[in-house]
């Protein structure tokens, strides 16, 4: 019966050796800041607008939308990549209001994190006084960005699955090793 209670006790001590050694995943991408600022109020529509991470990213992985109060997509061309920035040129806005800048990066991880930032423009720009067409860019045909998308937190995504995979192997390995000494007394 000893015997038996030890198998128990090892097995459990085990089992929260793994659980205590695993971290949080922190790994994932985290916006440090953009230009323009978030909730800035601007007289006059930017020319280009920059996302900066705080790793280093890629142009091809990443998309940047730039949508006005009406829906209307203003980004034109691709998004470009320098160290830690993405950015993609902006076409003459629109009516005066709230513009979200909404983007989908990918981490060196490789997952995607999407969040968003906004500006107001407080007069009209430009492309107010004609009607304006959805901006015909592959970047923004690709993953327009929701009205509404929240920031991404910095540990979205939540933890790995493997430490749980090698911790089960691990514990159904020592259950079996366990039960075939046991058999053997």
């Known amino acids: 019966m000893t015997r038996v209670l030890r198998a128990a006790a090892l097995t459990l001590l085990c089992g929260f050796a793994l659980l205590l050694g695993t971290g949080v995943a922190a790994a994932h991408t985290r916006l440090l800041g953009s230009d323009p600022a978030d909730g800035t109020s601007l007289d006059a529509g930017p020319s280009r607008v920059a996302l900066e991470f705080n790793e280093t990213m890629q142009a091809g992985f990443s998309t940047i939308t730039v949508v006005g109060p009406d829906g209307t997509q203003f980004q ?109 007394s």
């Open 76 to 184: 034109t061309g691709g998004v470009t990549a320098d160290g830690a920035t993405v950015a993609v040129d902006v076409g003459p806005l629109g009516a005066a209001g709230r513009y979200e800048i909404g983007y989908r990066v990918i981490s060196e991880d490789g997952h995607p994190v999407t969040g968003s930032v906004a500006f107001t423009l407080t007069a009209d720009g430009p492309a107010a006084a004609a009607p304006a067409a959805p901006s015909s860019s592959s970047q923004a045909a690709a993953a327009p960005a929701p009205a509404a998308a929240p920031a991404a937190p910095a540990g979205d995504g939540g933890m790995p699955v493997w430490p749980w995979i090698v911790g089960a192997v691990v514990l159904v390995g020592g259950g079996v090793a366990a039960a075939l000494r046991l058999g053997r």
